[in-house]
């Protein structure tokens, strides 16, 4: 980890409620998508683990348009997929 000071200036905008997506994962190439809204970190965290049942989870925030949106992962790990193989969701995208 790499910590520094930084002048807070630098930001071109701010959003103060993110939307946050979960995806609970099957397996490495299926996942169920979920996506959180008027919460806040600790209740997003609070509801992952109630509806985990055990499966591995990652957890991202998406800020921006639905269609255009940018999203940075929080918190776990995207199993890696094995070769050759992609979550069903980017098989729509191709």
């Known amino acids: 980890m790499r910590a520094r000071l930084i002048d807070p200036r630098d930001a071109r905008s701010e959003d103060v409620a993110p939307t946050y997506r979960v ?6 190439t299926t996942c169920e998508e979920w996506e959180l809204t008027a919460t806040d970190l600790d209740d997003a965290l609070s509801w992952i683990s109630s509806n985990a049942a055990g499966r591995t989870h ?9 269609e255009q949106a940018c ?4 918190r776990g790990v995207d199993p ?4 050759g193989a992609f979550p069903l969701w980017a098989a729509e995208m191709r």
């Not at 995806?23 to 490495?28: C, G, K, Q, S």
């Not at 999203?71 to 929080?74: D, E, G, S, T």
């Open 23 to 28: 995806l609970f994962w099957a397996n490495a």
């Open 58 to 66: 990652s957890l991202w925030a998406a800020t921006g348009a639905d």
């Open 71 to 74: 999203i940075v992962r929080l």
């Open 80 to 83: 890696p997929a094995p070769a």
